[in-house]
C-alpha cells in the first residue's frame, strides 16, 4: 500500500490521478453492505413472491445502473468500461449486522481496464442499499446501511486482496 | 407510520408514489454516517491546512452534487426543486463508530415541496463519505462507511422526527 | 390545435417555448405501446414468477426513470417536477399490433405544471418497450416496437383529448 | 440465437452480462422507424430551407446524444465507446407505414467493442422520432412511431444479420 | 451587491446558499460571448442555407440544453425549472471582439423561481460556443471564445442590472 | 488541416465523425482561460487559506467532472475514457487578459483512445471558470471569462501543436 494520498497532488490539490502507463489487465472487486431493519420490514420484503420481487429488483437495477455511472458520484474516479456487474440481496446471517434483521448486499463488478472497480462496487452497493430504504422508509424509518466495505479486489498490480474475517 | 410498502401497488409492483395531493411545505432532512478508518489516515486527512481543504472539500462538493441528483440513483424518488445543501465532516467523537479513527459526515438538506428529502440527506452523506474513501483508499483499503442514517425529519404531514439516541 | 410549429421562432430556428405565462394545473398523460415478438419470446417472459418479476419489473423502472429524465433525452422538453409515473406491462390483447403475440406498455405520468407530460408519458412508455427488447434480443431479435402513441391528456387549456378508437 | 433469457441468472434475477471474454470486433448496428403524421405536418417540416433545417437537425442532434447515453436508457445496457452515429430523417417512401404520411429514421452506429450496439441504435432512432413528435405535437397530437426495429447488425461471433424483407 | 463570498460560511467551507425565504418572482438574464475565427471559418459556417442550418442548429440546441443542466456543471447551482431559453448565434459587429471575425452568442433564459438564472445563461452560452469550436476545430484550431459575460438581469430583490457599455 | 467541416456531410447535416480507423496513441491537450475580476474579489480569493481551499478547490472539481462529461455539453463529441485531468488555477500574470485582475485557469486532460482531447480540456477549463464566477457574483456580477483557448495538442496523426506566443 503507498503511503500517501495519491489523488492530491505535491501541494495538496485534488487532481484525477494518472492511470496512463498502468496495464489493461482484468479486475474485479466485491463489495458489502447490510441494510439492518425491523423483522417485520424484511418480512413484508421477502413474503410473497410478487412483492419480493420487485423490491428486490428495483434494489438490484439501482445498483447495476448506479456501477455503470460511479464517475458521475465520485468526483475523482475515472470513467471507465465495465464488463458485468452483478447485485445480490439476500437475507443477512444472523448477528452479522450488530443484531437484528438485515438484508445483506453483495455488488461485484469486473472491467478490463487500467484501474480498479472499488468505487463502482462500492457505489454499486451502497444505491441498491438506499434504494430498500427508500421503498421501506414509510414503514421503517430508522432502518440503517452499516458496514459499506470491500471485501475483495482482484487484478491489477497489487494482485489479489480480501478483508480479513469476511465469509466467501 | 405506514404499515405497507407505499413504493408496491396493490400487486406489489414499483412505482413512484403519487404525490400530487400533498400539501407544498417548508422540509428538512438531516443523515449522517462514520467513515471508519485508520488513525493514521485520520491524521493524512486532517494535518496541514492545504491538504485538509482538498479532501474534505471534495467530499463536500461530492455530497451536495449527489444531493442534487439523488433521483437518478433512487429509482422511485421524485425529482425535486432543492433550497439548500449542507455537507458537514468533522472527526467523530471518539468511539461513536464502535471504536477506532472516524470522520463524521452530516448532510441537511431543506425544500419547500410536496415530499420529504430523505433520500437527498442519505445520498448526500453517503457520496460524501465513499469520496473520502475514493481519496484515501491507496493507504487504506479497509475504511468502511458505518451506520448511513436518517437523524432528523422536519416538515410534512408527519411533523418533527428525532432518531432516538442521536446527539444533536 | 395551433397550425405552426411552436418550437420553432418566426424564422425558423428552434427554441425553448416560453410557458411562463401559463397556468401551473393539474396534468395527466397516458402513453401506450406495443412490443411485439414471438409467442415463445412472450411465454419466456410470462411463465414462472421469478423470471416473470425481473423483466417486466426492469422494465417498469425503466420507464420511470426515463420519464424523470425526459428533458434530457429531448432537446426542448422543459424540465419539470413529476408527481407521480406508473408503468405497465400487460400481455396486449389478441390482434391488437398486427397479429402476432404482444406485450402492452402503458405510461402515465402527472405533474402540477405550466405545461403537459406527453414527453415523458411517450418517453417512459418506450424506454420500457425497449428495455424488454434488450433483455429478450439474444432470443428474438426481431421484436418490434409497435405505434408508440399518445392516447390521453388531460388538464391545462385545451382539457382532455383521448385518441379515438382507444380503449380505456 | 440463444433460447434463454441471458440478462436473467438461473435464479431469474436481472444482471448484466459479463462480455469480459468477448472479442473486441467492429460492430455495426443499423435501427429504423416511421413517424406517421397528417400530411399537412409533413409538408410543415420539410417545406421551406429554414424551417426544415431546425427540425430535423435538431431531430438528429437528439438522436446523437441518445447513442452516447444509451446505457442511461436501457438498465442492463453496458456504456461502451462508441466510434460513429449517423442519424437520417427522410420522408418515408409511399404506403411504408400501413399508409399516410410519415418520416423515416434511420440510425446507425459503429463501435470496436465486445458487445453489439443494437440498442445504441434503436435508442437514437427512438430520441430522434420523439423529438419530431415533440416539435409538432401542437399541430398534430396524434402523431405515432411505427415499427421501431433493428434492421441490420454486422460483427460479433453472429456475424451479419440482416432483417428480412427491408429495403437497403 | 454583498461584500463576501456567500457559497462559502463563516469557516470559509462550500455549501449550496439557502433560498428557501426568497421570493419566487419572474427573472431573466442574458449572457453573451463571441467566438473569433478566421474569417474563412466564418464564411464556411455562414455559406449557404443547410450548412448554416447545422452547425448553427447544433449550436442553439446544445446551448438550450445546457441550461436545462446548468446545475450538473455548476457544483453549487441550485436545480431550477425554466420556463423558456433562447439561444442566437449571429455574425458579431465588426471589431466587437478585438478584430477579426466572430459570431456572437446570446443566450436568455427566463424562470419563475428563487433564484436568478445567471449560470444558466453562462452555461447556454458557453456551450454553444464550444460547440461551434468543435463543429469547425479540423479548419481552424485557433478559434477563441471571448469575453463570456452576463450583460443583463432581471427580476429579485436587486432589480435589473445591465453591463455598462453593452448594445441592448 | 482539413479545409471542410468534417463533423457536416456532403449535404451539410451533423453527424458524429467516424474515428473507428484512426489509431489508439497518447494524445494530450491543454486549453486555457482566464477569469477577468475586481482585484477586491481576487483578494477575496486567494486570501486566508481555508478560504482560498474551497473557492478553487470547488473550481478544480467541477472542471474535472466536467472533462469526463464533456460529450454529454458537446453534441458531436465522442464519449472517451481519460486517463488524467489536472485543473489548476493560479493570479494570472500582470495584464494578460487585457488588463486589472485575473484568475489563470489551465487544465489538461490525457487519453489513450482514437481521438483528441481537445473538447475535454476547454470544457474543463469552462466549467472551472464558470464555477468562480458562481461563488464569487454575489461580489462581484461583472467578472468575464477571457480568451477560452487551445494552446496545446499532442498525439494523432497531426503530431504536436502549440499556441503561438503563448508561454509554456
Avoid: F, N
Avoid at 487532481?15 to 482484468?26: F, N, P, R, Y
Avoid at 450488530?98 to 462496487?121: K, Y
Amino acid at each position: 500500500m503507498s503511503d500517501r494520498l495519491t489523488h492530491l497532488d505535491e501541494r495538496g490539490r485534488a487532481h484525477m490521478v494518472d492511470i496512463g502507463e498502468k496495464a489493461v489487465t482484468h479486475r474485479v472487486c466485491v463489495a458489502r453492505c447490510e441494510v439492518r431493519m425491523a423483522a417485520e420490514t424484511l418480512a413484508k420484503i421477502t413474503e410473497g413472491q410478487v412483492t419480493k420481487g420487485d423490491v428486490l429488483a428495483t434494489a438490484r437495477i439501482a445498483g447495476i445502473q448506479a456501477a455503470k455511472r460511479a464517475a458521475e458520484w465520485i468526483p475523482l474516479a475515472h470513467p471507465l468500461p465495465i464488463d458485468a456487474v452483478r447485485v445480490d440481496l439476500t437475507p443477512a446471517p444472523a448477528g452479522s449486522s450488530g443484531g437484528g434483521a438485515a438484508l445483506q448486499v453483495e455488488a461485484t463488478v469486473e472491467t478490463h481496464w487500467r484501474t480498479g472497480v472499488e468505487m463502482e462496487a462500492l457505489v454499486a452497493a451502497t444505491a441498491a442499499g438506499l434504494t430498500v430504504y427508500d421503498m421501506c422508509k414509510a414503514v421503517d424509518r430508522g432502518m440503517t446501511l452499516e458496514s459499506v466495505r470491500l471485501v475483495e479486489k482482484r487484478g491489477g498490480k497489487s494482485g489479489t486482496w480480501r478483508r480479513p474475517g469476511e465469509p466467501a
